[in-house]
C-alpha cells in the first residue's frame, strides 16, 4: 500500500517536532537510557545552524569555534552544499560499487588531483565514510606490501577500528582492546633522529599526522615530513599521511603536508571533505595506488554520489570563496589577538590556519570550554592544559574578535592564578 507523498513527509516532520518539542531534560534522559555512553553526557542539545552559528533547544545562540572537531567547513546550512546534496538525492541517491556515477568519478579526479597537486605522480581514490575507515583501507594498502612493522608515533590518533587503533598511541585507548594488530612501533613525534633508527627494509610504513590533532595541536620541527620523505623512500617503505584533521583547507592549504613539498604515498582525508555529510577518502599515489585490488577491500556507501557531491561542492566552494586565504587571515588574527592579550594563563598559541591550540599555564582547560559554553562559544580541550579552536573556514574577523574579547574572562572564571 502507498500513502501520498506529502503524508509521508508531514509524518517524519511530526516525529521531529515531537522530538525537539520533548524538551533538553526528557531529551538528555533519552539519550541516556538510548544512546551508548560511549561519549559522556551531552553538554548541550542543538536543534539549528546557519553560518558559523548554532541555536540549542532552549533557543540560545553559539558561536561554533570548533566546526564539528574540524568538520564543517563552510558553516552550517551552506546554500551550496544543501543544493548539491537535495539535487543528487533527488536524483539518484545511491547504487552499489558495482556500478560508478559521475560525481564519484569527479570527486576522484578532483582529490587525485589535489594530492598529486605539480608532482605528476598519477593517483587514485578509496571512498569510506569516515576517517577511521580512510585509515583502515591505508593500513590494508601497508599490508600489501609484503612487510607488516608500520612506525607512528607517540600522542598520535587514527581512529578506533582495530586497524586504525593499532596505529593510534593512546594507551588508554589501546589497551583494553589488546591484542590489536601488532607490529607497530610508536617513536616520539617530530624526532628525525628516531625516525632514522626506527625505519628499516623490514618497515612496511611511517603513519604520521602533519599537526597532531588529538594530542593538543603539536606542530613537528620544520623539515620532518622532508625528513620522513626521504627516509621511508631509502627504506622502500610507504609514507602515510593522516591528514583527516589537517586537510581540505583547515590550515590554509588543501593538505598541511604540502607545506614541505613532499609527494606521499598515501593520504586519508575525511572530516571537512564532507562538511557534515560522512565521507572519507584515502588516496595512494604511484604504485601504492595499485597494492588493492578487487575483493581486497570494498564499503557499501563508499562513494555514495550524495557524499561525493557534497565533497565537490565544498571544494568549489573553498575555491571561489578564497576560504584557503580566509583560514590563513583569521588563524593568523586569531593567535595574534590572542597572544597580545598577554594573559598569565596564556603560555602560546600553536597550530596553523584554524587549526590552533591556545597552551595554558595550568591545567583548567575543560573549565574554560565549560565557562566558554555558558557564555556562548563552542571550543573544546584535548588536553588538559591546551584548548582547540578549530572555526568554519568562513568565520570572519568580527568573529574572532568576540572570541578573544571573551577569552579573558573566561580565564578569569577559573579562580587560579598562573
Ligand atoms: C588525525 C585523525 N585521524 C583519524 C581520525 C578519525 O576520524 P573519524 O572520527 O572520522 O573516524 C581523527 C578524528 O579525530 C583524526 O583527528
Redesign the pocket.
Known amino acids: 500500500m502507498t500513502s501520498a507523498p506529502g503524508s509521508d513527509v508531514t509524518a517524519v516532520s511530526d516525529q521531529l517536532a515531537a522530538a525537539r518539542g520533548r524538551g533538553s531534560a526528557a531529551i538528555l534522559d533519552g539519550y541516556s537510557r538510548s544512546v551508548m555512553n560511549t561519549f559522556g553526557p551531552p553538554k548541550r542539545i542543538f536543534v539549528r545552524g546557519e553560518g558559523c552559528h548554532v541555536w540549542d533547544v532552549e533557543g540560545s545562540k553559539h558561536l561554533d569555534l570548533l566546526s564539528g ?2 568538520v564543517t567547513a563552510l558553516g552550517h546550512s551552506h546554500r551550496t552544499v544543501l543544493s548539491a546534496i537535495t539535487g543528487q538525492i533527488a536524483t539518484l541517491g545511491h547504487v552499489s560499487n558495482f556500478f560508478a556515477t559521475p560525481s564519484q568519478v569527479a570527486l576522484a579526479e578532483r582529490l587525485t588531483g589535489l594530492v598529486s597537486g605539480d608532482s605528476g605522480v598519477d593517483a587514485k581514490v578509496f571512498f569510506a565514510n ?6 583502515e583501507a591505508a593500513f590494508k594498502i601497508t599490508r600489501q606490501t609484503g612487510r607488516t612493522k608500520i612506525i607512528s608515533t607517540v600522542g ?6 582495530m586497524g ?1 587503533l593499532a596505529v ?1 598511541h593512546n594507551p588508554k585507548y589501546r589497551e583494553p582492546f589488546e591484542p590489536l594488530p601488532g607490529d607497530v612501533e610508536f617513536i616520539p613525534y617530530g624526532d628525525v633522529d628516531a625516525l632514522h633508527a626506527a625505519v628499516d627494509d623490514r618497515t612496511a610504513a611511517v603513519v604520521l ?1 602533519p599537526i ?3 594530542n593538543g595541536i603539536v606542530v613537528p620541527p620544520d623539515g620532518y615530513l622532508t625528513a620522513a620523505r626521504d627516509i621511508t623512500r631509502r627504506a622502500g617503505a610507504l609514507l602515510w599521511i ?5 586537510g581540505m583547507g583547515r590550515t590554509g592549504r588543501w593538505l598541511d603536508s604540502s607545506r614541505e613539498e613532499i609527494v606521499p604515498d598515501v593520504v ?1 582525508l ?2 571537512g571533505l564532507g562538511n557534515g555529510f ?1 565521507i ?1 577518502a584515502c588516496i595512494a599515489l604511484g604504485q601504492a595506488a595499485a597494492l588493492l585490488g578487487p575483493g581486497s577491500h570494498g564499503s557499501t556507501f563508499g562513494g555514495n554520489p550524495v557524499a561525493a557531491i557534497a565533497g565537490l561542492a565544498v571544494i568549489a566552494v573553498i575555491e571561489r570563496d578564497h576560504l584557503l586565504d580566509n583560514a590563513t587571515a583569521m588563524g593568523d588574527r586569531l593567535a595574534a589577538g590572542i597572544s597580545a592579550l598577554d594573559h598569565p594563563l596564556v603560555d602560546h598559541v600553536r597550530g596553523r590556519g584554524l587549526l590552533r591550540g591556545v597552551v595554558l599555564t595550568a591545567d583548567v582547560a575543560t573549565g574554560v570550554t565549560d565557562a566558554a559554553l555558558d557564555a556562548g562559544f563552542i571550543i573544546n580541550a584535548p588536553r588538559p592544559n591546551v584548548l582547540r579552536i578549530a572555526p568554519p573556514l568562513i568565520i570572519t574577523a568580527d568573529q574572532i574578535d568576540s572570541f578573544i574579547e571573551t577569552l579573558p574572562k573566561l580565564l578569569g572564571a577559573q579562580g587560579v592564578t598562573a
Open positions: 572537531l574540524a569516515s576517517g577511521t575507515e580512510a585509515n598520535s590518533f587514527h581512529g578506533r577500528s586504525a593510534t599526522e597532531q590533532g588529538e593522516d591528514e583527516v584533521q589537517t586519508t575525511a572530516k560522512p572519507g
